[in-house]
C-alpha cells in the first residue's frame, strides 16, 4: 500500500530539459526526506538530489549542480525533479526513495520506487 512511483523518464537530447516525477501513496510526505537516485550501466548507485524534511532544504551532487532542481508539490504528495542542460552522462535508471527523518543516505531508504530510465542520446 505504501509505494513511491516514478514517471516522466524518456529519450532526450543533449542540451535538453526533462521533469520526472516521485507519486507517493498510502502515506503523506509531510515528515519524510526524499531522495533522488541514479544508476547507470557499470557505474554505482549515486546519490543525485535531496529534499529535508525539517526544512525542506535541497541537496545536489557536484554533477548536477545548476542543472537539477529538486522540488515538492505537497498538495499532489509529489517530488519532482526538474533536469536542464541534460548531458549523455547524465544517462540512467533515476530512483526516488523516501526516509523518515533527515538523513538521505541510499542504506536508510525505506520505500524505494522501480526506477524511471533517462536516455540523453543525440
Known sequence: QLRVVESG???VQPGGSLRISCAASGFTL???TIGWFRQAPGKERERV???YNNDRSTKYSDSVKGRFTISI???KNTVYLQMNNLKPEDTAVYY???V???L???SVMDYWGEGTLVTVSS
Open 9 to 11: 523518464g524518456g529519450l
Open 30 to 32: 509531510d515528515y519524510y
Open 49 to 51: 538530489s535531496c529534499i
Open 73 to 75: 508539490d505537497n498538495a
Open 96 to 98: 526516488c526513495a523516501a
Open 100 to 102: 523518515v527523518g533527515r
Open 104 to 106: 538521505c543516505l541510499s
